[in-house]
Nanobody, 121 residues
Framework: QVQLVESGGGLVQPGGSLRLSCAASGSIFVINAMGWYRQAPGKQRELVALIISGGSTNYADSVKGRFTISRDNAKNTAYLQMYSLKPEDTAVYYC???????????????WGQGTQVTVSS
């Protein structure tokens, strides 16, 4: 099994910054991709940012230029640096990882427990 532990959420004023971290542990042979999704009240979960093993990244249009995703492969940890936060960024942010446990297993999807980000004055 794989566990994803998030940290770094909280309350911030509009225009402020936060940094989220997500550490993966457990049965890990290779992590194909790590990323962040978010879900606001009454809305569907949406992709925020994704980084694949080769380093390519993908961002939601609403966060391009404000958020940066990065990854420390040695630590199996992903980071989401968020700048210029807006009230509409308020949501529960979930870490996601696609992980292969061994050479003989197919990749599986794993989720963190979620961390609340609230942008409000």
């Amino acid at each position: 099994q794989v566990q994803l532990v998030e940290s770094g959420g909280g309350l911030v004023q509009p225009g402020g910054s936060l940094r989220l971290s997500c550490a993966a542990s457990g049965s890990i042979f290779v992590i194909n991709a790590m990323g962040w999704y978010r879900q606001a009240p009454g809305k569907q979960r949406e992709l925020v940012a994704l980084i694949i093993s080769g380093g390519s990244t993908n961002y939601a249009d609403s966060v391009k230029g404000r958020f940066t995703i990065s990854r420390d492969n040695a630590k199996n940890t992903a980071y989401l640096q968020m700048y210029s936060l807006k009230p509409e960024d308020t949501a529960v942010y979930y870490c996601y990882a696609e992980v292969r446990a061994s050479m003989r297993t197919i990749p599986g999807d794993y989720w963190g427990q979620g961390t609340q980000v609230t942008v409000s004055s």
